[in-house]
């Protein structure tokens, strides 16, 4: 008997602890929101991304590391480096949440040089481009619209073997 009470209050104080611990107070509430919203943007954005190049008929590519997210507001940018190896074939595309209607992509070579853009309307620019140079690139992403204060976007790289 005493073992049984033993248990059941180790048991209620377990789940009490667990259930304390998940549920943030106060200013967390926000920020466990935040972090929340932003993995599934992620899960999101990487299904997003694979499915967008497949209908693009660039299937044969691989990511060329993880999908890089950022939320923009109207006009904000992001900027991320990425290291190209010569020779090589890569799409770069962006895609954005669904307040989101337009962004546009650049890249540009290691010498701060405009290689290439998609600007045309839309919210999943797409760029392709050889590397010519070894080096690190810029990709620089741009929120032309969005329909509330801020908007969810990702960036992928993919590379080809040829």
Do not use: K
Request: with cysteine; net charge positive; aromatic share 6%.
């Amino acid at each position: 008997m005493i073992r049984r009470v033993r248990a059941a209050l180790f048991t209620c104080s377990v789940l009490f602890i667990a259930r304390t611990a998940v549920q943030p107070r106060g200013a967390g509430v926000a920020r466990h929101r935040m972090a929340a919203a932003q993995a599934g943007w992620s899960a999101e954005a990487r299904y997003r991304l694979a499915e967008s190049l497949t209908y693009h008929g660039r299937g044969g590519m691989w990511a060329a590391g993880a999908p890089r997210t950022a939320t923009l507001g109207e006009d904000g940018a992001a900027e991320y480096r990425v290291r190209l190896v010569p020779g090589r074939r890569y799409a770069i595309h962006g895609v954005c949440g669904e307040r989101c209607s337009d962004i546009d992509l650049r890249l540009f070579d290691p010498g701060g040089r405009e290689l290439v853009r998609d600007v045309e309307a839309g919210p999943d620019p797409l760029i392709e481009v050889r590397a010519g140079i070894p080096g690190v690139y810029r990709v620089r992403l741009v929120m032309v619209r969005c329909a509330g204060a801020a908007c969810n976007t990702a960036l992928g790289v993919f590379s080809a073997a040829d």
